[in-house]
């Protein structure tokens, strides 16, 4: 019930990690973007809410995405969706029964996937948005107008039967962090992603305001 993108970037000093989604139902950061220094995985359907947090477990083991998305979906993965990256790869998972329209594409670095979507276009748009835009960017700014592509092109259909939404975005750098505007979320709006990007504006200008305060 849920779109979402997942990406590895090189950064100065190791791999940068993010995840960006959006849904028409409230609190969608507290579920889908699972982020850590070893990858980044979004889960969406009907599946164990803690498969993304056990997959990052098993990537801290040394397990690669690919194998921890297997070992979540093997007993009974026919609803859900999980999808992420790695340091070395990417990995997919959409069930037969999940909502439809559903389904996932992987490209080098990142991954993005739907349920409930108003066309397999919004994948499309998603990986364009991502791929095409702001390159010299920062990775938050341009997982936000990813996000916003794919609602240009439909998003989750529900719309118009479920008017209040929400859409998260997280980004992490392992060794040197991010700032807090890095970790974001809007869990209930008429508007979330159009509420996502304002608040990152608005929290980016208020950190850095901060910063120049006090040091």
Same mark, same amino acid.
């Given at each position: 019930?849920?779109?979402? @993108?997942?990406v590895?970037?090189?950064?100065?000093?190791g791999?940068?990690?993010?995840?960006?989604?959006?849904?028409? *139902?409230?609190a969608?950061?507290?579920?889908?973007?699972h982020?850590?220094?070893?990858?980044?995985?979004?889960?969406?359907?009907?599946?164990?809410?803690?498969?993304?947090?056990?997959?990052?477990s098993?990537?801290?083991?040394?397990?690669?995405?690919?194998?921890? @998305?297997?070992?979540?979906?093997?007993?009974?993965?026919?609803?859900?969706?999980l999808?992420?990256?790695?340091?070395?790869?990417?990995?997919?998972?959409?069930?037969?029964?999940?909502?439809?329209?559903?389904?996932h594409?992987?490209?080098e670095?990142?991954?993005?996937?739907?349920?409930?979507?108003?066309?397999?276009?919004? *994948?499309?748009a998603?990986?364009?948005?991502?791929?095409?835009?702001e390159?010299?960017?920062? /990775?938050?700014?341009? /997982? *936000?107008?990813?996000l916003?592509?794919?609602?240009?092109?439909?998003?989750?259909r529900?719309?118009?039967?479920?008017?209040?939404?929400?859409?998260?975005?997280?980004?992490?750098?392992?060794g040197?962090?991010?700032?807090?505007?890095?970790?974001?979320?809007?869990?209930?709006?008429?508007?979330?992603?159009?509420?996502?990007?304002?608040?990152?504006r608005?929290?980016?200008?208020?950190?850095?305001?901060?910063?120049?305060?006090?040091g």
């Amino acid at each position: 019930m849920t779109y979402s @993108i997942c990406v590895r970037e090189r950064a100065e000093g190791g791999v940068r990690y993010g995840v960006a989604a959006a849904t028409r *139902l409230p609190a969608v950061g507290s579920v889908c973007p699972h982020v850590s220094a070893h990858g980044a995985v979004a889960t969406a359907g009907v599946t164990d809410p803690e498969a993304g947090e056990r997959c990052l477990s098993a990537l801290a083991a040394g397990r690669s995405v690919g194998d921890a @998305i297997a070992d979540r979906t093997a007993a009974d993965g026919a609803e859900s969706q999980l999808h992420g990256v790695d340091a070395e790869s990417t990995a997919a998972h959409t069930g037969p029964d999940c909502r439809p329209v559903a389904g996932h594409r992987t490209g080098e670095g990142y991954t993005v996937a739907g349920t409930s979507l108003e066309g397999k276009e919004v *994948l499309a748009a998603l990986e364009r948005g991502y791929r095409e835009n702001e390159r010299d960017a920062p /990775l938050v700014r341009r /997982l *936000l107008t990813a996000l916003a592509a794919g609602e240009r092109e439909g998003g989750d259909r529900r719309g118009e039967d479920l008017p209040v939404g929400s859409a998260a975005v997280v980004v992490a750098t392992p060794g040197t962090g991010e700032p807090l505007y890095h970790d974001l979320r809007v869990d209930a709006s008429d508007t979330p992603v159009a509420d996502l990007r304002e608040t990152y504006r608005r929290a980016k200008r208020g950190y850095e305001a901060a910063v120049e305060r006090y040091g």
